[in-house]
């Protein structure tokens, strides 16, 4: 049991991969949606390149969206409007017309005008509720059919332009009253009138709307039926008309109804073995190149979350409609790794990422081709991201590429542009200011993952931090000193291409550790009194070592990020404190060389060993008298071949010539400090 328990510590980064690898696996096949895929790939109006085209089982031939939506539109032209007309309203304004015209007509008239009058108001009112008085005005076409309602019964049917609006009742007074020859009593009707007529006809949405959803509700969705062994479409033959619906059908049906009922299991099998082969050979990759973020089980779980979250808002997307696909800024996948790790692993993992989306998307081709084409653009042109005018440079150059490439698809498919939609274009737009979203997702992540960006090294380079401001005051000669290494470390990083930003700030506070007793170390001496006089060589070498394990800890309660304090760990390897070693060496023969020595430990990237070599050359450089250009030749090229020999960048991945380059960057930078000039004759 005890065996067991050590092996799993042993191998518990391992074990924790492994979990991770199955886990990511797992919620990425858990995203895809459980349909077949149709192995034939075909395109409107292109021939048929496979073999000749069987039905494997009857099918129904689907109409098209097109041929659908013609229908609804039919329908919804000619669906019948419903409105509700109460009778007793009609009744109301009848015995309100008898009670009140004798108060309006005199009966100074004679009885038979009187009589007349009466009857042609009564047949007036009889015009004005033939079919009703609209409650409001709707916006429907006159022509379109009603069906009164009286109590939920169908009483009569019209024409939407026989029933009367408000704004139209004294226009059919005043003609029905020219028609019965009473223009001179038109006053009289017309106040009368509008004492009694009330409105009584209103819309009925809510059965208007469920009659409609009834007759849509009949519309069919497919159209004639293929049976088993039929022949569908012939290799050459144009997919076009009628076989390109047959094709669409048979495509359906795979993906709906035979996969999901008969071979589920076997599909979510396939799908798991594409995702673990995937992630599989992004694992292999990092073990291969990139061991060192292999080995961080952080920087692991990071590039495993940035896939499953680009996975995940695609398939939200095409979940909910595949249209808006591009809208999914999958360049931000590529953006966020480069800015914390390097091109070619944002390459890597982009690839990966759109390889298992092209399983799940349509036009996977066209997809893979627009999305692998932008994540190169995007590795090739962002540089510097902490500068925002290149991350809108290149989010223009991106969403130029989506459009170009889109654009050459699309003709090669329709052979014209009149079908174009602008539509798409848009949506490439949207996915490029999203894209602009990397910025404070960057910041997100340096908190959640403890990672840090260019961004961060941007800011931490400041000479105004508060930690820096210190040094500067606490032992303004190693702040000096710490300003010029760091210009001699970017110049050599940029001549050979490292990360020219970290080195500059791992330069600025690889010596922090000083300023616990800053008088100790001979930049800061001012008063010509040496501390170092009153101790033993094992005392000093002590003290001058120890100002490694004190940066450390600054740098830790000022939470620098671990890439920063890598610097302050290695920037002296593990080579000897040679002034105090020779010291002792000359009292007692036989001195624990280890007294002595940094504890470490050796650099092991580019970046940290041009800081150990920029930092030995600069100090060195300050005990050199009557400096020539010889001189300074000889001093750089000691200094460095003494740290080859040590074996101080045995673990740097830095070659000899990347080393002669950043020699002859410090001679060049040494040479201009000391402003040499050739000797004129006196």
Request: aromatic fraction near 12%.
């Amino acid at each position: 049991m005890k065996d067991l328990i050590n092996t799993l510590y042993r191998n518990h980064s391992l074990i924790y991969k492994a979990l991770l690898f199955v886990t990511t696996t797992v919620l990425i096949v858990y995203l895809f949606p459980k349909s077949g895929k149709f192995r034939y790939s075909f395109e409107k109006g292109k021939p048929w390149q496979s073999e000749n085209l069987l039905a494997p089982f009857n099918f129904a031939i689907k109409k098209s969206d097109a041929e659908i939506n013609k229908e609804r539109e039919a329908i919804m032209a000619q669906s019948l409007l419903y409105f509700d007309v109460d009778e007793a309203v009609k009744m109301k304004a009848i015995a309100s017309y008898n009670e009140k015209f004798s108060s309006v007509f005199p009966d100074s008239l004679a009885q038979p005008e009187l009589k007349r009058l009466r009857q042609s108001g009564q047949s007036i009112l009889e015009v004005l509720y033939k079919f009703g008085i609209l409650s409001e005005t709707y916006n429907f076409e006159p022509d379109r059919v009603v069906e009164l309602l009286n109590n939920n019964v169908i009483a009569q049917r019209t024409a939407y332009n026989k029933l009367i609006a408000q704004n139209k009742v004294k226009r059919t007074i005043e003609n029905q009253l020219i028609e019965k020859e009473l223009i001179a009593h038109t006053v009289s009707f017309t106040s009368l009138f509008f004492d009694v007529i009330t409105p009584n006809v209103t819309y009925n949405k809510s059965f208007t709307e469920k009659a409609l959803q009834s007759e849509l509700n009949k519309i069919s969705y497919t159209r004639g039926s293929v049976e088993k062994g039929t022949l569908i479409i012939s290799k050459g033959e144009v997919v076009e008309g009628d076989k390109f619906q047959k094709l669409k059908s048979l495509q359906s049906e795979y993906e709906s109804q035979v996969w999901s009922k008969s071979n589920y299991n076997w599909v979510l099998f396939a799908y798991t073995l594409l995702v673990a082969l995937a992630l599989l050979m992004l694992l292999l990759f990092l073990r291969k190149y990139r061991l060192e973020v292999f080995e961080n089980n952080t920087k692991v779980t990071f590039i495993f979350f940035n896939v499953l979250l680009m996975v995940f808002i695609t398939t939200m997307v095409v979940n909910y409609n595949s249209e808006y696909l591009y809208v999914a800024p999958l360049c931000i996948l590529p953006l966020v790794l480069k800015a914390f790790f390097d091109a070619r692993l944002g390459m890597f993992t982009h690839v990966i990422t759109v390889l298992l989306l092209g399983s799940i998307v349509p036009n996977s081709y066209e997809y893979m081709f627009l999305q692998i084409i932008a994540g190169i653009v995007t590795i090739l042109t962002v540089s510097e991201l902490y500068k925002r005018a290149n991350l809108f440079v290149s989010v223009g150059q991106i969403t130029l590429i989506y459009i170009v490439a889109y654009f050459a698809f699309f003709v090669i498919q329709e052979g014209s542009i009149e079908a174009i939609k602008l539509k798409t274009f848009l949506l490439f737009i949207l996915c490029g200011l999203a894209t602009l979203f990397v910025q404070p997702l960057i910041y997100a992540y340096e908190k959640l993952f403890g990672l840090v960006s260019d961004v961060s090294l941007l800011e931490l380079s400041d000479t105004n931090t508060k930690l820096l401001k210190e040094l500067a005051n606490t032992a303004p000669g190693t702040f000096h000193h710490s300003l010029n290494v760091a210009n001699l470390a970017e110049a050599s990083a940029n001549e050979i291409g490292a990360n020219a930003m970290l080195v500059r700030v791992g330069a600025l506070y690889h010596d922090i550790g000083k300023m616990r007793i800053s008088n100790y170390f001979t930049e800061n001496q001012t008063t010509g009194i040496n501390p170092h006089d009153e101790l033993s060589p094992t005392e000093s070498a002590k003290i001058i070592r120890d100002h490694v394990i004190d940066g450390v800890e600054i740098a830790k309660k000022y939470n620098l990020p671990d890439r920063v304090i890598d610097f302050i760990r290695t920037h002296h390897g593990t080579s000897l404190v040679y002034y105090f070693y020779s010291k002792a060496k000359a009292v007692d023969l036989e001195v624990d060389k280890s007294s002595f020595q940094y504890p470490g430990p050796k650099p092991f990237s580019k970046e940290t060993a041009i800081l150990m070599m920029c930092d030995s050359v600069e100090a060195a450089s300050k005990s050199l008298k009557d400096p020539t250009s010889t001189k300074i030749d000889n001093f750089v090229e000691n200094i460095i071949d003494k740290q080859i020999e040590q074996g101080q960048f045995l673990n740097a991945n830095i070659t000899f010539k990347e080393i002669q380059s950043i020699k002859k960057i410090l001679k060049h930078k040494l040479a201009n400090i000391y402003h040499l000039r050739i000797e004129y004759p006196e």
